[in-house]
Each structure stands twice: as structure tokens, then as C-alpha cells.
């Protein structure tokens, strides 16, 4: 989760210096009075930026390798966990697909060793002696499952991204980052709105040229995420004259976290190298997993882990397709299962490719030639299926977008419209997909549908947002979690909620109706910045702003078990009703 290090917000001593309710009202409109207008930015330079990042990770899977319980390995692993019945079977399939790849043609022997390559590109100092770096190696020599699980993961990816550093003469340590950030889930989606095997954000990613529209998501795309992650990591080694260690960090919390550091240790005498620095603790953590790795992976029977083979040899093929595509028509075109499809080509939300393209797929190197001799004698207007429909009395873009599962932009586009006025009438041209909804099991919809359908504690709820609402209204109001109402929606704390969206609330009330009351008497909520001070702890800090220890640590990613640091930065949302 991104957590905005923001400037210090004087809340409790606004009060204590006889501000008035009206003026610190007045502020909570005022989003400068109490943030710098850099802390709100959105789109500007990652380099320069001061966001903490938390890694998706394999939260999941380690807890699962560590229970040694094989079937949670599968049932409870991201993209299969906790589905509608019609669709388990579906969805086993492709989970076990994801960590189980087809084995690729047989080749030569050592030379064609896909870890031997790896080791090759080692540029990085190993030989660190600290005891983050050792506490991380210990943990991987008590779970070798888990090495195993993940190089499963990655093994369609691998090859790519290992050719990718090379070619840019970056060390190959850095191939080994998506395990760190995403288990090599191409699907891993953060509480802090992080998405794909490489974990960006939306504003990191809108800056490096990853788009996202109702058809795709460019963060989830193999081939551009791994370009922009690699430009990004190439810009800010450069940025720290080549200390790669250093550009790690930065690509977790921001150029401009570790550039402050590096200025308070030179005013302090200091060095300023990553191992010296004072960091944010996902940081100082980030790091040492990539180095632990680095030495498991460079002499794996140093620490008792066997490597599973993996050949130095491409999964996939860059196959061009010229126009919009039909994914289960892609699936059948190359003769592989249409899960197989979604795997490789992760960044689309729907049962298409995007119309506006990039007009590829990638598919099973086996399978590229099949492919493209089959889509050259596939007839275009078979590519994508289209529906006509004549608007009725009552329509309107929205209701006919919700008809056929689609966005009002997309009829828009499709039919060359200026605005969203329709007449009685009128037809209309309807992208819709060639075969029912459940045969497109990893498209964004049915991977949302199997995340609300999963069993929870509580009682069933189904909420309309409306306007105004926030995370911490709905979740205060059943008694749950920030963080949970957007886990069990499929979404982020930091996703913005549209007024008519439906959710999923496992309510911790009395009530038990199929659909949850809109009617509330609304506090006044506000969103604010906290900087750690000297002697602080959770509960004090809960107490004087009236709010639960638990949410304080879903809202920052916070372990309730470690201390807090003075200086942390920390964000609340405060009823300033009850607050000091």
C-alpha cells in the first residue's frame, strides 16, 4: 500500500490553541491546510517520489508453505481462492495451470540450464554480512517449498524478463524482484492498488506509458511492465551512481525517501549506504529479500534447496493478430486451453483483446506456429462477436451497457458517438464474446465474482455505494475493517468508490437482510496525516483520536507487534467530532 510520508499534521494541538470547530472544518475542505501540495500529487516523478510501496508479496502462499498443507497451497492461493461452486473445477484448473506449467521441448544439457544463465548475470555484492539479510536466508532454508512453488510460478516468465536485464546490462538479481513483489502472480493486486508481477501503482504506472482502460490493465501486460520496472530500476541506479541496493530500495519507497535518508546520515557523519540508512521497515526488509535470494539461487546446495529444472529456453512467442480479438476464439485458434491465453496475457480484463491494441498475444512457443497459420485462415468478422440492438423507450447508454456487460464508452466508441444522447430506435453495434461468461474464468469479472463469493465470517451483505461514501464509513457501520471490505470486493483502500457500485460486506451487526441499510447518520470523517512522536504507541494514539488499534494498522500496513518509530508518518480517518 502506498503510505504518503506527508507533512506533519498539528490535529491536537489545532484544538489546543483555540482554533475554532468552524475554522478546523473549514480546513477539512481545505486539503492544503493540512497536507503539502506535494503529499496530494498523484502523477509525479517516482524518481522524486516519497511513497512507500508495500509489495504484494506471497502472503498467502508462505502462509501456506509454512503450514505444509499442500491444499491451501492451491485452494488459498490468490487466484483461486474461495469460489462459486459452478466455477471451482474451472478455477482449480487454472490455478494448478499457473503453478504448474507445461514442461517445454527437451533441449541440450548444462549449457541449457535457465539457473546457470541467471548466475551468469550475478553483479551484485552477496557477501553482506547483516542480519536482516540472514534472518530472510532462514527462513528460505525452512521452506523450500516455497522456492519451489514460486520458480513454478515464474517459469513462464522467466526467460523474458532474464533476457530483458541483460540486454539493458543490468545485474540479473533484479529478475529475481518479482518474487519479492507479486510470487510471480501476474494477477497479484495490493491493498495499496499495486498490480502485476511488478507491482506498480497507478501513478508509477501512468508515468512509464502502463495504461488502463475497461478492456486492460498495461501494469499486468508481461511485456511492458517488465520494460517499464526495468527503465525505472535502470533510471534510478543511475540516479545513485550504481549502487544497485540503493535503487532497489527507491524502487520500493521512493527516490525521495532515499535521498532524505542519504542527507540526514552525511549531516549526521554517517555513511550513507543502503546497510546504514534509516528507512521505512518494509524498506529495510525489501531489500534484504533480494540478496537472500541472489545467494539461494547463486549455490542453492550451499543451503539444502534443489532447484527445479528449468530450461534456458523461451515459454512464449510474440504473436501479432493484426486486430481485436476474441479470447476464447484465440484459445481454440492456437489450441490451448483459453486459461493458458489469460496467463500469458494477463493485462486483459475481458473476453477480448483491447481494440485500440496492441494487436498481439502471446502464446506457448509450441503452439506460436499452429496459431498464426490458423488466424491467417480465420475470417476477420469472426474475430470478435457483435450483436445489433435497437434502443427502446427507458434505454440509455448505462442500461445497455450493464445489459451486455460492457462500459458506456465502449458503445460509444464502437458506434462513433459524440455524446451519450440516444434515440428511440436507433441501432446500435454490441461487442459481446463468443461463449458464456464462465469460460472466461481469469477475466477481471469472474476473478472479482469467485473473490465475493468466497465464505467469510459474518453475515452476508449486499451494499449500493452512494455518494459520499467512504471505506471507513461502510466498514465502521458493519465493524469490520478498512482493509477488509476492499479485500472482499477485490479492491484497494485507496480505490475510489462509485456511487452505484454493489459490494460485498461480511457484516460483524446483528443485521442479517440480504442488502445493507443506506441510511446512517454520517459523521464527519476526515482523512488525516499523524508524524510519530517520541513515547507514542498504537493504543495512545487510538485513544486520543478515538479510533480502533486495528484500523490504524490496516490503514498503514502496520505489524501491531513492532514498535512504531518517531518520525513514522501515519494516515487516519478521524471523526473530528470525538477527536482531542
Not at 130 to 142: C, E, P
Not at 192 to 214: C, V
Not at 239 to 260: C, E, K, M, P
Not at 503 to 525: E, F, Y
Request: charged share 25%.
Amino acid at each position: 500500500m502506498p503510505v504518503k510520508r506527508i507533512s506533519l499534521i498539528l490535529f491536537a494541538s489545532s484544538l489546543a490553541t483555540g482554533c475554532s470547530n468552524s475554522q478546523i472544518i473549514e480546513n477539512w475542505h481545505t486539503p492544503s491546510a493540512w497536507f503539502t501540495e506535494s503529499s496530494l500529487a498523484d502523477d509525479g516523478n517516482p524518481l522524486e517520489s516519497d511513497d512507500v510501496v508495500v509489495a504484494k508479496g506471497d502472503q498467502a502462499l508462505m502462509a501456506s508453505v509454512e503450514s505444509g498443507d499442500d491444499e491451501a497451497n492451491t485452494v488459498n492461493a490468490p487466484l483461486d481462492d474461495a469460489i462459486s461452486p459452478e466455477l471451482q473445477a474451472k478455477a482449480k484448473e487454472a490455478r494448478e495451470k499457473l503453478d504448474n506449467p507445461k514442461p517445454q521441448p527437451e533441449g541440450s544439457a548444462s549449457d541449457n540450464d535457465m539457473w546457470d544463465r541467471l548466475r551468469a548475470g550475478f553483479a551484485m555484492d552477496h557477501s553482506v554480512d547483516s542480519d536482516r539479510v540472514q534472518s530472510q536466508l532462514d527462513w528460505y532454508v525452512r521452506n523450500p517449498r516455497y522456492i519451489e512453488r514460486v520458480v513454478e510460478r515464474g517459469s513462464r516468465y522467466l526467460h523474458h524478463i532474464v533476457g530483458e536485464t541483460e540486454a539493458r546490462g543490468l545485474p540479473t538479481e533484479l529478475a529475481l524482484l518479482p518474487v519479492v513483489e507479486s510470487a510471480f502472480d501476474p494477477f497479484a493486486y495490493s491493498h495499496g492498488r499495486a498490480a502485476g508481477l511488478w507491482q506498480f501503482i497507478p501513478s508509477t504506472g501512468k508515468y512509464f506509458g502502463l495504461t488502463q482502460s475497461w478492456w486492460h490493465d498495461d501494469r499486468r501486460d508481461v511485456l511492458a511492465a517488465t520494460d517499464a520496472a526495468l527503465t525505472y530500476l535502470e533510471r534510478l541506479a543511475n540516479r545513485f551512481d550504481g549502487d544497485y541496493t540503493l535503487a532497489l530500495a527507491a524502487y520500493n519507497s521512493g527516490g525521495g525517501t532515499v535521498s532524505s535518508a542519504m542527507r540526514r546520515n552525511r549531516k549526521a557523519g554517517k555513511p550513507t549506504d543502503f546497510w546504514s540508512l534509516t528507512l521505512p521497515t518494509e524498506t529495510r526488509h525489501y531489500v534484504p529479500k533480494v540478496i537472500a535470494l541472489a545467494k539461494i539461487f547463486d549455490n542453492p546446495e550451499a543451503y539444502g534447496i534443489k532447484l527445479p529444472d528449468l530450461k534456458n529456453e523461451p515459454y512464449f512467442e510474440v504473436v501479432e493478430t493484426g486486430s481485436q480479438l476474441d479470447l476464447a476464439q484465440a484459445a481454440k485458434l492456437a489450441a490451448v486451453d483459453i486459461d493458458e491465453i489469460y496467463l500469458l496475457n494477463p493485462s486483459y480484463n475481458r473476453w477480448a483483446t483491447n481494440p485500440d491494441g496492441p494487436h498481439r498475444l502471446l502464446v506457448p512457443i509450441q503452439n506460436a506456429e499452429t496459431f498464426k497459420v490458423a488466424l491467417d485462415n480465420f475470417p476477420a468478422k469472426q474475430r470478435v462477436s457483435w450483436q445489433n440492438y435497437r434502443v427502446s423507450k427507458g434505454d440509455s447508454l448505462n442500461t445497455i451497457a450493464r445489459r451486455f456487460s460492457t462500459t458506456p464508452a465502449v458503445i460509444q466508441q464502437v458506434n462513433k458517438l459524440n455524446s451519450d444522447l440516444i434515440r428511440i430506435g436507433q441501432q446500435l453495434l454490441i461487442p459481446s464474446s463468443t461463449k458464456g461468461s464462465e469460460a472466461y474464468a481469469l477475466s477481471q469479472s469472474q476473478r472479482l465474482e469467485r473473490t465475493q463469493d468466497r465464505k467469510r465470517d459474518g453475515n452476508k451483505l449486499r451494499y449500493t455505494v452512494r455518494r459520499g461514501d467512504t471505506f471507513w464509513d461502510i466498514a465502521r457501520d458493519h465493524r469490520v475493517t478498512v482493509r477488509e471490505v476492499a479485500a472482499w470486493n477485490g479492491m484497494a483502500p485507496g480505490d475510489p468508490l462509485i456511487p452505484g457500485k454493489e459490494l460485498v460486506i461480511w457484516s460483524k451487526t446483528a443485521q442479517s437482510t440480504t442488502t445493507a441499510s443506506n441510511t446512517r447518520s454520517k459523521a464527519m470523517v476526515r482523512k488525516v496525516g499523524y508524524r510519530v512522536r517520541s513515547g507514542d504507541s498504537l493504543s495512545a494514539i487510538a485513544s486520543r483520536f478515538s479510533v480502533n488499534v486495528r484500523d490504524i494498522a490496516s490503514w498503514n500496513d502496520l505489524n501491531t507487534d513492532r514498535y512504531l518509530q518517531p518520525g513514522q508518518s501515519l494516515v487516519l480517518y478521524v471523526d473530528i467530532r470525538n477527536s482531542p
